[in-house]
C-alpha cells in the first residue's frame, strides 16, 4: 500500500510570491491534516480536512488555506510569502478524524519550502 | 496556557542501554497523547497513542507510561539500536478544543 505523497519534496521561493503544495493521502484515508515544522517553533498543527471539509484550524494567519478534493487529496496554498515561511511543511492522513480520536496519523516526508 | 515540555532536550546513550524520555503537559480537559518517533529528513512515525483512561502501552521496545493524575507521560526504549538514533515528539490533544499541542522534542544519540 503506498504511503502518504507529498510534492513537490523541494521549493524555493521568494517574498511575496504564492505557493501550493499538495498531498496525496493513503488510499481508503479521509482525514488529512497538514503541519510546519521550523527549528524553533517545532512542530504546528496548521489545519485538518475530512471529507472536503475544514474540520479544524490551529493559531496560523489567514494566508494559509487548504483545501480537499473528493479522492481525498489535498492542497495547501501560503499567499504572500514571508521569510518566516520556511520550513518543513508535513502533511499526515488517517482513516477519521485523528486529532482528537485514536486513529494513527501517517506523515508524508514533507515539502521544504525555502523562502528568500 | 496549554504547554507541553519534554526532557531532557538532548541524550546520548550507549548501544544496547535502556534510556527514558519525559512529557509534561498542561493541557486541560485531555484527549489522547501520542509519541512520535522522526528520523532526520523524513515525516514523523506514530510510536505509541493513550487515552486519559490508558496507564501504559507497548511498541516493540518501546514503552509508553501516562499518568492522567500528574500529567505525566514517559517513553522507555529498550536495548537501544543505532536505528534509535532521532527526535522523539510528545502531542497532546486536547477533548473538545480541537487543538494539538506540541513539545519541542528530545534528540536521542545512540553511539556503538
Known amino acids: 500500500k503506498a504511503g502518504v505523497t507529498q510534492t513537490p519534496r523541494y521549493l524555493i521561493k521568494t517574498r511575496g510570491q504564492q505557493v501550493t503544495l499538495s498531498c496525496s493521502p493513503i488510499?481508503?484515508?479521509?482525514?488529512v491534516s497538514w503541519y510546519q515544522q521550523t527549528p524553533g517553533q517545532g512542530l504546528q498543527f496548521l489545519f485538518e480536512?475530512?471529507?472536503?471539509?475544514?474540520?479544524n484550524k490551529g493559531n496560523f494567519p489567514g494566508r494559509f488555506s487548504g483545501r480537499q478534493f473528493s479522492n481525498s487529496r489535498s492542497e495547501m496554498n501560503v499567499s504572500t510569502l514571508e521569510l518566516g515561511d520556511s520550513a518543513l511543511y508535513l502533511c499526515?492522513?488517517?482513516?477519521?478524524?485523528?486529532?482528537?480520536?485514536?486513529?494513527?496519523?501517517?506523515f508524508g516526508p514533507g515539502t521544504r519550502l525555502t523562502v528568500l | 496556557k496549554n504547554q507541553v515540555e519534554q526532557s531532557p532536550q538532548s541524550l546520548i546513550i550507549l548501544e544496547g542501554k535502556n534510556c527514558t524520555l519525559q512529557?509534561?503537559?498542561?493541557?486541560?480537559?485531555?484527549?489522547?497523547l501520542r509519541w512520535y518517533k522522526q528520523d532526520t529528513g523524513r515525516g514523523p512515525v506514530s510510536l505509541t497513542i493513550?487515552?486519559?483512561?490508558?496507564n501504559t502501552k507497548s511498541n516493540g521496545r518501546y514503552t509508553a507510561t501516562l499518568d492522567a493524575d500528574t500529567k505525566q507521560s514517559s517513553l522507555h526504549i529498550t536495548a537501544s539500536q543505532l536505528s534509535d538514533s532521532a527526535s522523539y515528539i510528545c502531542?497532546?490533544?486536547?477533548?473538545?478544543?480541537?487543538?494539538?499541542?506540541f513539545g519541542q522534542g528530545t534528540t536521542l544519540q545512540v553511539k556503538p
Open positions: 499526515a492522513s488517517s482513516l477519521d478524524a485523528s486529532a482528537w480520536g485514536t486513529d494513527t496519523q501517517y
Open positions: 488510499s481508503g484515508h479521509r482525514s
Open positions: 480536512y475530512f471529507s472536503e471539509t475544514q474540520r
Open positions: 512529557c509534561n503537559y498542561t493541557v486541560s480537559p485531555f484527549s489522547n
Open positions: 493513550m487515552t486519559f483512561s490508558e
Open positions: 502531542v497532546v490533544s486536547g477533548r473538545n478544543t480541537g487543538k494539538l499541542i
